[in-house]
């Protein structure tokens, strides 16, 4: 990939998140209504009847191995959905982030949608433009 054409590595998060104030939400959302459903469908003896359908499957009791993977490859499309949903592309990792649990964007991204142009609103924290004086 030639790095000439690629922006460069934002500095801080503050330079690569650009959402209102009340964005949080649209997160907490995205991770505690699949959660709150999981737990729902727990108490009605859902995830007896997966493990029992799995164990019963072709594959056996070795099939529970994948289980992991599969619920941790359907947090990670969540979460970037909702990130390429507001505008965050997953797979940019400011410079001051890092390790873990910071590790997402070395990871393809599962997004089922791609990063949207999000406007800013005129209430964020504007980045101060040069003057054309300064430029020259």
């Not at 054409?5 to 500095?11: D, M």
């Not at 490859?73 to 965050?88: C, F, H, L, N, P």
Request: hydrophobic share 40%; aromatic share 10%.
């Amino acid at each position: 990939m030639d790095s000439s054409k690629s922006t460069p590595e934002p500095a801080t998060m503050e330079e690569l998140d650009h959402r209102t104030v009340p964005a949080w939400f649209l997160s907490f959302s995205a991770a505690m209504v699949p959660f709150c459903a999981f737990c729902y469908g727990h108490s009605k003896g859902v995830t007896g009847r997966v493990v029992e359908r799995v164990v019963k499957s072709p594959v056996g009791v070795y099939g529970l191995f994948a289980l992991p993977f599969v619920t941790l490859g359907m947090e990670k499309s969540i979460y970037d959905t909702v990130q390429a949903w507001q505008g965050i592309n997953p797979n940019v990792r400011p410079a001051d982030r890092g390790g873990f649990p910071s590790g997402g964007a070395a990871l393809p991204s599962f997004s089922l949608i791609p990063v949207q142009q999000v406007a800013r609103k005129l209430t964020q924290k504007q980045t101060p433009q040069p003057e054309s004086s300064e430029i020259e």
